[in-house]
T-cell receptor
Framework: NAGVTQTPKFRVLKTGQSMTLLCAQD?????MYWYRQDPGMGLRLIHY???????AKGEVPDGYNVSRLKKQNFLLGLESAAPSQTSVYFC????????????FGPGTRLTVL | AQSVTQLDSQVPVFEEAPVELRCNYS??????LFWYVQYPNQGLQLLLK??????LVESINGFEAEFNKSQTSFHLRKPSVHISDTAEYFC????????????FGTGTRLTIIP
């Protein structure tokens, strides 16, 4: 049982390049989330999904797109990377809402030059 | 909407001394409250949570937090810290209803001084 995994662990992009971050969970969770973590700002929600085929915007969605084609995977895309997107990205999953614990992946450190 | 305030961004504490990490929240509805811990170069993991019932909740590694509804606080305490407690601690809140999301505070970095 691997929990929540993220690919890749590190990435360096040039401004304007695109990339996709992959999140996978093997706990059959319905809810999945993408956050970014920046110094002094805590975790900010980018997008989330409440089930296969659904997505919704969080508090900082601009510049990102997501897809949840399979229940176990949640993809985060950057179409045209900007230096302001340099951050550590965390994926999380949760069985359902309410009292269920949210489980986090190990993070992806992205640098945009 | 909910919000969480962690006023202390960094807290240095001597080993074996007590510590309190402060968390205040704002919400127009009833909430669930959580503390998450992030060890260096790792993701976040749940430390403890308040859902209902006793206002004092405990973790397996000696931390405890008390829900105070009148003061809208959920402070985290430990009577004697260890080097291994060095981490960043995040308070989070979720509404009881329509609670698809957690709202996190900005975190408190706890540094243990030997």
């Amino acid at each position: 049982n691997a929990g929540v995994t993220q690919t890749p662990k590190f990435r360096v992009l040039k401004t304007g390049q695109s990339m996709t971050l992959l999140c996978a969970q093997d706990m059959n969770h319905e809810y999945m989330y993408w956050y970014r973590q920046d110094p002094g700002m805590g975790l900010r929600l980018i997008h989330y999904s409440v089930g296969e085929g659904t997505t919704a915007k969080g508090e900082v969605p601009d510049g990102y797109n997501v897809s949840r084609l399979k229940k176990q995977n949640f993809l985060l895309g950057l179409e045209s990377a900007a230096p302001s997107q340099t951050s550590v990205y965390f994926c999380a999953s949760r069985k359902t809402r309410g009292t269920d614990t949210q489980y986090f992946g190990p993070g992806t450190r992205l640098t945009v030059l | 909407a909910q919000s969480v305030t962690q006023l202390d961004s960094q807290v240095p504490v001597f080993e074996e001394a007590p510590v309190e990490l402060r968390c205040n929240y704002s919400s127009s509805v009833s909430v669930y409250l959580f503390w998450y811990v992030q060890y260096p170069n790792q993701g976040l993991q749940l430390l403890l949570k308040y859902l209902s019932g006793s206002t004092l909740v405990e973790s397996i590694n000696g931390f405890e937090a008390e829900f105070n509804k009148s003061q809208t606080s959920f402070h985290l305490r430990k009577p004697s810290v260890h080097i291994s407690d060095t981490a960043e601690y995040f308070c989070a809140v979720s509404a009881l209803f329509g609670n698809e999301k957690l709202t996190f505070g900005t975190g408190t970095r706890l540094t243990i001084i030997p």
